[in-house]
């Protein structure tokens, strides 16, 4: 009795929207109550509407109303939750609009957890209890709560639908069989549901392959496009700072001219001041002497005139002589040197701007091409590989001129060199690779051999894990052992799914950032690629860990 006492108070404060405790609640003018967010978001979706409607009765309000808080029945849902009052159980949650309803329950429909296809009907978890406990419902197929049970009913016969016709692609059942189909090619349901499983299975993997294809080819394109805008970023920015010294380098030559005709101007104007101070000096003289000459000139005593006049005697001047009046050109010539550099300066903006503007439009920004599949086509890029002895540690033998390296249990003599691999079991190739290029390694089976790239600079002495390819951002590792493969770069470990061949081939193209492993067999199986950026020419690799271990350069 007390059980089905707090069952009731579950239903009564329960928000029939989202079927748990009411939480802030507040009561519409039919008197129902909902949780605040659960109302107003119900009436939030039918804003473009204009009109609110209760969820339980339908009773509709123009215009919205404005819900206030239920302060009694909130008082009352908080006492209940200290009790330790919850949400209703799930056998007591009503069915939504969305939710697929209990087919047995009477009046209020709780929600169905599971539907059968032999009972072609849904059951709550109350009414679900007879298939899971009673032997005689055993074999029935229970699946997810489903709306289109009746879709498995013959709209013929009223019979369930076993059967499937192969001849018109169709689920048909037993009596349709033996009537209407009766000369086609007919299986149980069952049995084509396997075949057809079993080929779905074969395309889900065709579509992941697919998949995972192409989200490489979105990578490529995401890191073309970021070099695309590092690349031009940095056109732009080294441009800017080359014009920008010519400016600087213009307005020197600016102000170097501009001082230069200041101080000429400075030199020709202290000498014409000069020479003009001097000659109105003369001239003051000369009117001196001018006006003594007329007072002697008007003297009447003969006497007095004669006895001043050798006194009285006229110097030459020496400075009239000596001017001689030139065209006014004056700076004119440096005007006109300056608008010659100006018109040269103009051609050769000219003449190179419409280079530059064509070198940016011809830019070489080249989407990635296709991966090659055809073993020929790598072929045209093949690069003989030989191995360096200088770099060779001293558990290796090279031979087959010095393509092929093993690794031996007695350490050899090879004399002290800087490039040599001191610890690790591991040699590079003699010439450098740039361009586009590609070679092939066999490996020993069931051994443990990795093919590799490398900056030239990876560390050799020693036995820090720098000096082993794959650890650091130098070099690029696929490393095969007999039960597994995996791809090694900075010391992040890439799994490689696919079966690997005794024989891996390599295609690199430098310039493009592209460095490629395959597994080479009747056909060109990729293992993994890689796009970056290579700062530095690479060498050739290789990496036999144990005794008796081999690889051969193809």
């Known amino acids: 009795m007390a059980q ?90 009503s069915a939504g609009p969305e939710d697929v309803a209990c087919d047995v329950c009477t009046g209020r429909k709780l929600k169905a957890i599971k539907s059968c296809l032999n009972c072609l009907a849904s ?23 489903s709306e289109k049970l009746q879709e498995n009913i013959c709209s013929l016969h009223d019979e369930v639908m076993k059967m499937f016709c192969r001849t018109d692609h169709q689920c048909i059942c037993y009596l349709c069989s033996v009537e209407e189909h009766k000369d086609h090619d007919t299986v149980s349901a069952a049995s084509e549901r396997t075949e057809r499983q079993r080929g779905l299975g074969l395309r889900r993997q065709t579509i992941q392959q697919r998949v995972q294809d192409t989200e490489k080819d979105v990578k490529l394109l995401q890191q073309e496009e970021e070099a695309v805008n590092c690349s031009a970023d940095k056109a732009v920015e080294d441009s800017e700072e080359i014009f920008t010294e010519l400016i600087r380098l213009l307005e020197k030559r600016s102000s170097d001219v501009k001082l230069q005709i200041r101080s000429q101007q400075e030199t020709e104007v202290s000498r014409v001041r000069e020479l003009q101070e001097r000659l109105e000096q003369e001239i003051t003289e000369l009117k001196r002497t001018d006006h003594e000459l007329k007072q002697l000139s008007d003297t009447e005593d003969h006497n007095q005139f004669l006895h001043n006049y050798p006194s009285l005697s006229l110097s030459e001047s020496t400075h009239s002589s000596s001017i001689s009046i030139r065209p006014l050109r004056n700076f004119e010539d440096v005007t006109a040197a300056v608008s010659q550099v100006r018109g040269r300066l103009q051609d050769i903006l000219s003449e190179t701007g419409t280079e530059i ?31 360096n002895p200088n770099t060779a540690n001293r558990d290796l033998l090279l031979s087959e001129g010095n393509t092929k ?8 003599y090879y004399p002290n060199h800087p490039d040599r691999f001191t610890h690790w079991p591991q040699v590079l190739s003699r010439e450098s690779l740039t361009g586009r290029c590609y070679w092939e390694v066999k490996m020993s089976r069931g051994g443990r051999v990795g093919v590799a790239v490398t900056y030239k600079n990876i560390r050799r002495a020693g036995r820090s894990r720098q000096c082993q390819f794959g650890v650091d951002d130098k070099s690029w590792l696929l490393y095969c052992d007999e039960n597994s493969c995996s791809f090694f770069y900075n010391s992040i470990n890439h799994i490689v799914s696919d079966p690997v061949s005794s024989r891996v081939g390599v295609y690199l193209d430098h310039s493009a950032g ?18 970056t950026t290579f700062t530095q020419p690479l060498y050739a690799g290789v990496l036999v860990y144990d005794y008796g271990d081999t690889a051969e350069f193809f």
């Open 405 to 412: 390296v093993t690794h031996t249990s007695e350490e050899l």
């Open 357 to 387: 503007l064509q070198i940016v439009s011809q830019a070489d920004v080249l989407l990635p091409q296709p991966e090659m599949k055809n073993r020929v086509d790598f072929l045209k890029y093949s690069q003989k590989i030989k191995l």
């Open 123 to 145: 059951y709550c978890e109350k009414h679900l209890q007879p298939h899971l406990q009673s032997a005689a419902f055993k074999k029935h197929k229970l699946v997810e709560p």
């Open 514 to 531: 592209v460095l490629s492993f395959y597994s080479v067999t009747g056909t060109m199986t990729l293992l993994h690629r890689v796009q």
């Open 4 to 93: 089905q006492e707090n069952q009731l108070d579950r239903e009564r404060f329960c928000c029939s929207i989202c079927l748990d405790l009411l939480k802030d609640p507040v009561t519409t003018g039919c008197g129902h109550s909902y949780c605040k967010s659960c109302i107003n978001t119900h009436w939030d979706k039918g804003e473009e509407r204009g009109s609110y409607s209760c969820p339980q009765c339908r009773q509709t309000f123009t215009p919205r109303p404005v819900l206030g808080k239920n302060t009694m029945l909130a008082d009352l849902v908080e006492e209940l939750r200290k009790t330790g009052l919850q949400a209703a159980p799930a056998d007591l949650c």
